[in-house]
């Protein structure tokens, strides 16, 4: 079974700081990987995905992820955070194989960005 | 091209009651999936359906189900409510059918049981 652990439930950054928020994996073989992000009251929004190739990912908004296998990580990045990234934050795997198990995407709890301004 | 539509956006139900909540996808996707978010065990996956055919199903019990009709649009069902039902209920869409394909959630049904 696969499972996300996002490390810090809360992440506090000054505007115009880079940020980063974490994410540890566990899946049998390769995953692909995506990062989504959820405002108050909505849905979740696609930020990115890593399936396979350079291990630098880059997605909406001016974020990216690195995506390490040693480490089985796969960290959300900015350069410089704005005021209104403040969300929580969700990264989510599902394994590389097709059958039954690869149409669940599982989830990390999720971590919540402040950007102090 | 418009979005993921969940409705009803909220709805307040009595334990023992049954719910329906709908979903309709972005066009041209044919994937559909349900998710339960609460805030004690977040984001839960129910079952994932495609060409009306469900692939996946999570761990919940046999009072959730769902169905997905020929135009994609798709029903999730919880007979004999209960208050741990209480949760944002999130449908997604995808364009292709492989675990490469990105997820587009709609807004949620926030479902409270009283």
């Known amino acids: 079974a696969q499972s996300v652990a996002q490390p810090e439930d809360q992440v506090n950054v000054a505007e115009g700081n880079p940020l980063t928020v974490k994410c540890t994996y566990s899946?049998?073989?390769?995953?692909?990987l995506f990062w989504y992000v959820q405002y108050p009251n909505r849905g979740l929004q696609f930020l990115l995905k890593y399936i396979t190739g350079d291990n630098l990912v880059k997605g909406s908004y001016g974020f990216e992820a690195e995506f390490n296998k040693s480490q089985t990580s796969f960290h959300l990045k900015k350069p410089s955070a704005l005021v209104s990234d403040s969300a929580l934050y969700f990264c989510?795997?599902?394994?590389?194989?097709?059958?039954?198990?690869?149409?669940?995407?599982?989830f990390g709890k999720g971590t919540k960005l402040s950007v102090i301004p | 091209k418009a979005g993921v539509t969940q409705t009803p956006r909220y709805l307040i139900k009595t334990r023992g009651q049954q719910v329906t909540l709908s979903c309709s996808p972005i066009?041209?996707?044919?994937?559909v999936s349900w998710y339960q978010q609460t805030p004690g065990q977040g984001l839960q996956f129910l079952f994932e359906?495609?060409?009306?055919?469900?692939?996946n199903k999570g761990n919940f019990p046999g009072r959730f189900s769902g169905r997905q009709f020929s135009n994609s649009r798709s029903e999730m069902n919880v007979s004999t409510l209960e208050l741990g039902d209480s949760a944002l209920y999130l449908c997604a869409s995808s364009l292709g059918q492989g675990p490469d394909s990105p997820l587009h959630f709609g807004n949620g049904t926030r479902l409270t049981v009283t």
């Open positions: 899946v049998s073989g390769n995953p692909y």
């Open positions: 989510a795997v599902r394994p590389l194989y097709s059958g039954a198990g690869s149409y669940q995407l599982t």
């Open positions: 066009s041209g996707h044919r994937s």
């Open positions: 359906y495609f060409s009306e055919t469900q692939r």
